[in-house]
């Protein structure tokens, strides 16, 4: 390398779909950095990401070329830094996923995503071709090597592009948050990348919630040696300037959080951007006095404040004072209203218009009232335009533990792949930690809140444990289960191995596992019909794992 090469790396939060705006702000970040040699925005930063089939549609790809053409127009008369720009590129069958270099003088150099990856929670063999090799683009002196996201994970890029002698490495990345992956996979699989080429590595990292992914940015440069020269931050928008090859300067920063305040961050960031991209103003949640609400209400108002979160609490005739009491207060520690809606009348009424009212109440009886919820919440959310935030948590989901069409009605669940445990678990952490950034105030939920026994109180004397076995037990077979697909003799024994010698062991036998493995099965219709929510963990419901509803494949 002949010269310095300072980069901008843009960290930036599209919308998909939106072309314009996205152009807009990558025009705005080149007029304010003149002076930068390259400016690198995330992949697909033009068009947002994942496009899905929406990249497959011609009057799509056309609007693409043409917020290129003005990205292009703008690098043109600036004149100073050239520009990396994700994006997709018409091919001869499919589009390409691409990243474009623009050149100050208006030229286009093209590399083309060759590995594309096709599980979890990705498409791209459907929605793109396979692109070619594209060697090092010389600009102002460096070799400029360029891939795109999956081809980080895998050698042959790299090593293709250190054989053609450049000078740096730099991966633009659509990369979504998981549990653990940046620490675990990203980290590593870029230090391997530079062990293996002796070249620094930049990578860039979209941040942002896109329905059912949230990508968490945390973009970073490796030096020649491995070691970590710039950390961009977590769950937020950042602009940074860095020098290629490097003095002895290390800029700022930005520890990555723990995996507790990770995935609390993600639910924030899911929710705040599915409900601001929906171009909703409010949101509206059913405050029952139990801890999913409450995580779900405090989570809404440290991703919108407080003035834009509505709460309302729904008590039966067999409602206790105490879980009104509990609404009341978490509510009032958040700074939300909350509104009163009593569904004693309704019920009843329903109750008599089927023949049914006076009998010892079953699961039709604790059906309706959950469904007489959901029509008066729906009815505040069509009233005053708020969206319906969900609360259900993965293990009510995962075993069907929720009434179809009740209170797994809603728009947006942002608990949907946080266990039951896992849901106690980040209530403490909120409590006792506010993260940087959030909105809501510190400690906002009531401790007895997080001690009471958890009921979906549609019966009198009614505990979720009773029916489902201790929620510690239950989430270890359902961790194998769902989040490394076991068998129920496998599950079991992981869970016993999780549990250890204080689990009940009435709970930790082959009966109940199968138990378990059944609901589980026979749920799928369910969840296929439930509302989106952020994907935290290494398996979610959703587009990271597809079974057949119907089903007679025992687990």
């Known amino acids: 390398m ?290 999913d609400s409450a995580l779900v209400g405090t989570m809404a108002v440290d991703a919108l404040g407080a003035d834009r979160v509505k709460a309302v609490t729904l008590p039966s005739t067999i409602t206790e004072k105490g879980d009104i009491a509990d609404a009341v207060e978490v509510c009032a520690r958040l700074g939300i209203e909350l509104a009163t809606v009593p569904i004693g009348e309704p019920v009843e009424a329903i109750c008599r218009m089927l023949g049914i009212a006076g009998r010892v109440p079953n699961v039709t009886e604790e059906n309706i009232q959950a469904r007489v919820r959901m029509i008066a919440l729906m009815a505040h959310s069509n009233e005053h335009g708020h969206m319906l935030l969900s609360t259900g948590n993965k293990s009510e989901g995962s075993v069907g533990y929720a009434t179809l069409y009740g209170d797994m009605a809603g728009g947006f669940n942002p608990i949907k792949d946080i266990y039951k445990t896992d849901v106690w678990s980040l209530s403490r952490m909120r409590n006792e930690f506010r993260p940087e950034g959030v909105l809501g105030p510190d400690a906002p939920i009531p401790p007895a809140i997080i001690a009471k026994a958890p009921s979906a109180n549609l019966a009198l004397g009614q505990t979720d444990e009773a029916k489902l076995g201790p929620y510690a037990i239950l989430d270890e077979l359902l961790r194998g289960f769902v989040d490394e697909d076991m068998d129920s003799v496998s599950a079991l024994a992981r869970a016993r191995t999780a549990i250890g010698a204080d689990g009940d062991p009435r709970f930790l036998t082959n009966d109940h596992t199968r138990f378990v493995g059944a609901l589980l099965r026979q749920s799928e219709h369910k969840r296929r019909q439930s509302a989106p929510g952020p994907k935290v963990g290494p398996r979610a419901f959703g587009r990271d794992r597809r079974l057949p509803i119907v089903n007679a494949f025992e687990m």
């Open 2 to 291: 002949t010269r310095k090469l300072n980069l901008v790396l843009a960290q930036l939060n599209p919308r998909v779909g939106d072309l314009r705006n996205n152009a807009d702000r990558a025009i705005e970040v080149l007029r304010q950095h003149p002076d930068a040699d390259v400016i690198v925005f995330p992949e697909c930063f033009l068009t947002g990401y994942p496009i899905e089939d929406l990249v497959l549609r011609p009057a799509f790809l056309a609007a693409t070329e043409r917020e290129l053409a003005r990205v292009t127009e703008a690098v043109v008369a600036v004149g100073g830094p050239a520009v990396v720009m994700g994006a997709p590129e018409e091919g001869p069958a499919l589009p390409y996923n691409a990243a474009y270099f623009i050149s100050p003088d208006g030229s286009k150099k093209v590399a083309r995503k060759r590995d594309r990856p096709n599980d979890g929670v990705f498409d791209e063999v459907r929605n793109f071709a396979c692109g070619d090799f594209r060697p090092p683009i010389k600009f102002r002196g460096v070799r400029i090597g360029i891939g795109i996201c999956e081809e980080m994970w895998h050698p042959s890029v790299a090593q293709d592009l250190a054989g053609e002698l450049a000078d740096v490495l730099i991966f633009i990345n659509g990369s979504p948050y998981t549990r653990g992956k940046h620490r675990d996979q990203r980290m590593a699989h870029a230090k391997a990348r530079v062990r293996e080429t002796g070249l620094p590595l930049v990578y860039l990292n979209t941040v942002g919630g896109q329905d059912e992914l949230v990508f968490d940015g945390a973009s970073f440069v490796l030096d020649e040696k491995g070691l970590v020269r710039a950390q961009l931050p977590a769950f937020k928008e950042s602009i940074q300037t860095i020098s290629v090859p490097f003095g002895d300067e290390f800029p700022h920063q930005e520890p990555y959080p723990e995996d507790e305040v990770a995935d609390y961050l993600a639910c924030v960031l899911g929710l705040r951007d599915y409900v601001n991209k929906s171009r909703f103003m409010t949101v509206v949640l059913g405050m029952s006095g139990g801890i």
